[in-house]
Structure formats: C-alpha cells, structure tokens
C-alpha cells in the first residue's frame, strides 16, 4: 500500500552556502517563489552598483565609410555611494573597430565615480569601407570591481555619407604612334565615401555618318572588348583597368580628348553612368639619316650628302654640321631648314685632305622635334680622295716628247736642205 510519505521526495538547494531541507508538497511553491525572489534581489543589487551610460556622441556625424570617428561614451552614478573601478568597452562589430594603441586601450579604465557624477571615456572607431547608408549599433559594455556582472547596452550609429562616384584619375601609356596598336591602363577611383558595385569602364562608340551615308570611324578606336568589367571599388579605393585602342594610320599628329563611359551600382542597386575624358597624344618620331651621294676630285675632293628623314615625324629648324679630323671642310655647317617624313635634302661641300686614302666624316643633324625640343643625330661615312700631293717627272712621256720634237725637226732639216 503506498503512503502518502512515499511521495514526500526531499530536495536540497544551495543558495550562497545555506542549504535548506525542503519536501515536496504544500510548501515546495512557496519556498521556490522565495529563492526565485532572492536571485532576483541579487541581480538587481549587483546591476544597481554600476553607473548608467546616459549618453553616446560620434563625431563626424554621420559616420564616413573608410574613415575614424571619435565615440564619447558619458557614465552617470545615480547611486547613493560611489562605484569603483568602472571601466567601459566598446565591442568591435561590423562594421566598426576600436582602434588601440599603449595609451588607448580598450576596455578604458575610468576609476571611481562618486555619487551623483558623472565620467566620459573617448574611443577611436574605424568605420569599414564597405559600411552602407543606414544606421549599425555598437555595443557598449560597462564593469566595475565591485561587480560580478556587466550591462551592455546596444546605442545607433548613421553610417552615411556620399553616393559612391567613380573618376579615372590617371592613365598609363598616353603617348600613341599612328597605326599603333597599344593596350592603355586607366587608374580609377572611388572619390565617394561608399561602394560602388559591378564596375564597368568602357569606351563608347563615336562615328559619324555624312550626308550620302557613309560612316566616318574617328582616329582612335578600340580594339577587341570595348569595356572593361572591375567589380567592387570601396571608398577611396584605386584599381586598374586595361582597354586596347588602335590608331589610324592617317591619324593627324595632335593632342586628342576621348570620351570613357565609367557604370556602377550604389547598394540599392541603382546604376549610374558618369562620363570622363582621357587625353590621349598622338605623335612622330623623327629618324634622321645621311648617305654619301656623289664625290669628285678636282685639286680638293668635293662631296654631295643627301640628308633624310625616315620617320613619322618633322624635324624643324635642321642644321648640318661636317667634322673631320683628316683635312680642312671648305662649307662645315649648313642650315636646310624643314624635314617633313620621308623628306630628303642635300648638302655639298669640298674638303681638302691632308693625305689619299680613306677618310672618316662625322655628319652632325641638329633639329627641333614636334615638341620642339633639340635632338642630335651623328652618322659617321667614310670618303676617299686621292693624293694631293706634286707628282715627279713622266719620264717615258718626257722621251715621247723628245722623240717626236726630234722627228719634226730632222723632217724639217730635210725638207729645206732640199
């Protein structure tokens, strides 16, 4: 038969090193409420003995993406006694991070705060570049040495700023040749102060058709994939985009502005297309040479050099210049003026040689170039002139001479003897 002791199951409950027998029953509830109650009066003691965080300032305000802001955490002691070895520490979650240093710790340490005062702690917070436009908390946690258990406590910061807005600030390789083929490197930005996605860098199309219809492309055209895909720029962010241009081969020898189309999203998703232009110089480059033409010897040895101009570009302001070490240049400098491309001038002059032989020539070509800037080109040639040295006597002309006067003389003999 069972009793009603059987089901009378004793319990033990420890509670601050007090141990209470109690037996399940009537009175069980009762002394639960009362332990429940006390837990409660506990916590509520220990959480009394820590001051109240009453307010958090940031500055700028709205936080920047990519940038610090300064976080004023303000404590406030409404108790009756003072509340020793406070110290206050902000969490670091996305998209925020205390930035730390020997004399800037976190958690800070802000000591003793008397009753009825008030305390501030400072931190330094990095805001991520990939923050959007809307409002993150950061949890700000406050304990004390008097106290087993923190209050942390959730407090808003505006993240926002700028749309995000992407410039090409600077290219590589902007110097062209006509009929060039060359791949050109663009450095963009985002000068905003949030995310750009899906980055696409591209040059548009730019023609234009005549009145009987034709297409007339422009000079500098792309070659192979008109665009360029980049993918994310955070703010403040450089990256590299590379797109292939090809320049005609009657293109004119001048600076040229070409349009570059730059697409992205914002984080609603929203693209935007902002137009840029890039300037880009098309030029020659000017390739002097010079060849012995035509030499005769008539006492000096007189040469005729043609000068030539094989590449792209035109030298202005051309002056040749002959130097040898082996005898005297009548005419040693000449001016000629313009060398368009393919361009030729002579230049005639005799030179006395000290001796026959074989003679080296240094020919000097001074230009201005198309940014009028001095060049210099030295071709060495090489001349030969004869002797120029008094022969000796012709001895065997000399005999023929004598002969032939003796003959003539002899006849004449005859001839009036006769």
Same mark, same amino acid.
């Given at each position: ?87 206050? *520490? ?10 730390? #240093? ?80 060359? *791949?050109?490197?663009? *450095? ?7 995310? %750009? ?13 005549? &009145? ?14 008109? &665009? ?22 009657? %293109? ?37 040479? &010079? ?23 035109? %030298? ?20 000629i003026g313009s060398l368009g491309p393919n361009d030729v001038d002579t230049v005639k002059t005799g030179i006395n040689f ?21 060049? #210099?080109?030295?071709? %060495?040639? *090489? ?36």
């Amino acid at each position: 038969m069972i009793t009603k002791e059987a089901n009378l199951v004793p319990k033990t409950y420890l509670f601050k090193g007090f141990t209470k027998q109690i037996k399940t029953g009537s009175g069980w509830m009762k002394n639960k409420l009362i332990v429940i109650l006390l837990v409660m009066l506990f916590a509520a003691g220990a959480m009394a003995a820590l001051p109240e965080v009453t307010q958090v300032a940031y500055s700028p305000s709205p936080a920047i993406p990519g940038s610090t802001i300064t976080v004023i955490v303000q404590l406030e002691n409404n108790e009756t006694t003072a509340q020793n070895g406070i110290s206050v *520490q902000l969490e670091n979650t996305y998209p925020f991070t205390v930035k730390t #240093t020997d004399s800037e710790t976190n958690p800070k340490l802000v000591g003793n705060i008397d009753k009825s005062s008030k305390a501030i702690a400072t931190f330094i917070v990095y805001v991520d570049p990939t923050a959007e436009n809307k409002s993150y908390s950061i949890p700000v946690l406050v304990t004390g040495s008097n106290s087993q258990i923190g209050t942390k406590k959730d407090f808003p910061i505006l993240v926002s700023g700028n749309e995000p807005q992407i410039k090409v600030v600077s290219i590589v390789e902007e110097k062209l040749l006509p009929g060039e083929e060359k *791949q050109i490197q663009f *450095q963009l930005q985002n000068v905003g102060t949030s995310p %750009a996605y899906d980055v696409v860098i591209e040059i548009p199309e730019d023609r234009t058709i005549t &009145a009987t219809g034709s297409v007339v492309e422009r000079e500098i055209t792309p070659l192979g994939a008109a &665009a360029d895909f980049v993918g994310t720029i955070n703010p403040g962010e450089k990256i590299t985009a590379t797109l292939k241009v090809s320049v005609s081969n009657t %293109a004119t020898i001048k600076n040229y502005t070409l349009p570059v189309d730059v697409s992205y999203r914002n984080a609603t998703g929203t693209r935007t297309t902002d137009k840029s232009y890039i300037g880009l110089k098309v030029f020659s480059t000017v390739d002097m040479d &010079a060849t012995l033409k035509d030499q005769t010897s008539n006492g000096s040895t007189d040469i005729t050099i043609e000068i030539f101009n094989k590449g792209l570009g035109k %030298a202005e302001f051309t002056v040749v210049e002959l130097l040898t070490e082996d005898g005297t240049i009548i005419k040693p400098k000449q001016f000629i003026g313009s060398l368009g491309p393919n361009d030729v001038d002579t230049v005639k002059t005799g030179i006395n040689f000290n001796s026959a032989g074989t003679h080296a020539v240094q020919v000097k070509i001074t230009y201005l170039d198309a940014d009028a800037i001095t060049k #210099t080109k030295e071709i %060495a040639i *090489q001349v030969t002139s004869k002797d120029t040295v008094t022969e000796g006597p012709n001895i065997l002309l000399i005999l023929v001479i004598i002969i032939v006067a003796g003959f003539l003389f002899w006849n004449f003999a005859l001839k009036k003897k006769k």
